[in-house]
C-alpha cells in the first residue's frame, strides 16, 4: 500500500553533510509516523530518528542528537534525513520507513525503503 524509494546517499568526508530522501507512494502519508534506521553489516538495525504525521513531533538516538534533522514534506509525500558533520561510524545503509503510530521498534515500522549506503571517510 505504501512504497518508498531513498536517494541521496553517497560518499562523504567527515565533517560534510549529505541529506537524504524518501519519497512516499499513496494517499495517507501524513497519517504515518516516519522513521528513519540504519545498518552495519552483521550487525542489527538501529534507529535514529522519527518524525509525526503532521511534522511537530521528533525523535533523535543520541548518538546523532545536534547533528542529523528528520523533516517532512506532506506536499511531496517525502521524508528527509539532513545530515551533518558527518563521521566515520555513520557509515552504513540507511533505511526509511512508515509505522501507523508513534513508535521507535524496527517491527513497529510496516513498510520500509530499499536502503541507501552512506559511506563517511577520514
Known amino acids: 500500500q505504501v512504497q518508498l524509494v531513498e536517494s541521496g546517499g553517497g560518499l562523504a568526508q567527515a565533517g560534510d553533510s549529505l541529506k537524504l530522501s524518501c519519497a512516499a507512494s499513496?494517499?495517507?502519508?501524513?497519517?504515518?509516523?516516519m522513521g528513519w534506521f540504519r545498518q552495519v553489516p552483521g550487525k542489527e538495525r538501529n534507529f535514529i530518528a522519527k518524525?509525526?504525521?503532521?511534522?511537530?513531533?521528533?525523535i533523535y538516538t543520541d548518538s546523532v542528537k545536534g547533528r542529523f534533522t528528520i523533516s517532512r514534506d506532506n506536499t511531496k509525500n517525502t521524508v528527509y534525513l539532513q545530515m551533518t558533520s558527518l563521521k566515520p561510524e555513520d557509515t552504513a545503509v540507511y533505511y526509511c520507513?512508515?509505522?501507523?503510530?508513534?513508535?521507535?521498534?524496527?517491527?513497529?515500522?510496516?513498510?520500509w525503503g530499499q536502503g541507501t549506503q552512506v559511506t563517511v571517510s577520514s
Open positions: 520507513a512508515a509505522a501507523k503510530f508513534w513508535i521507535t521498534i524496527s517491527p513497529g515500522y510496516e513498510y
Open positions: 499513496g494517499s495517507t502519508f501524513s497519517s504515518y509516523t
Open positions: 518524525i509525526n504525521g503532521n511534522g511537530a513531533r521528533t
